[in-house]
Nanobody
Framework: QLQLVESGGGLVQPGGFLRLSCAAS????????MSWYRQAPGKERELVAV????????????NYTDSVKGRFTISRDNAKNTVYLQMNSLKPEDTAVYYC???????????WGKGTLVTVSS
């Protein structure tokens, strides 16, 4: 059974940092396009960062929404079958529930974790 479990959220002061983890089971993360989304109170869910599958067409490239470029880094540890989101220089507007997403390019199926809450406040 395919499963995504996020962890690492919490309360942090502005300017601080957190590292989110997304532990996957039931599939291999390197074969999927892995993403982090977030949803702030009263707002729609938005894409934060993506790390593409490792194949000849994408080779694990990464992309970020403009608001987090230079502050967030998405990465993947194939040995641990886990995807990370390193978040630095956090701002109050980064406060949201962060969700891990796995997308299979060939079958178009999409899977979600249950989310982890990040609160940036002094």
């Amino acid at each position: 059974q395919l499963q995504l479990v996020e962890s690492g959220g919490g309360l942090v002061q502005p300017g601080g940092f957190l590292r989110l983890s997304c532990a996957a089971s039931g599939f291999t993360v390197s074969n999927y396009d892995m993403s982090w989304y977030r949803q702030a109170p009263g707002k729609e869910r938005e894409l934060v960062a993506v790390i593409n599958r490792e194949d000849l067409t994408t080779d694990g490239t990464t992309n970020y929404t403009d608001s987090v470029k230079g502050r967030f880094t998405i990465s993947r540890d194939n040995a641990k079958n886990t995807v990370y989101l390193q978040m630095n220089s956090l701002k109050p507007e980064d406060t949201a529930v962060y969700y891990c997403n796995a997308a299979n390019f060939f079958t178009t199926r999409v899977y979600w974790g249950k989310g982890t809450l990040v609160t940036v406040s002094s």
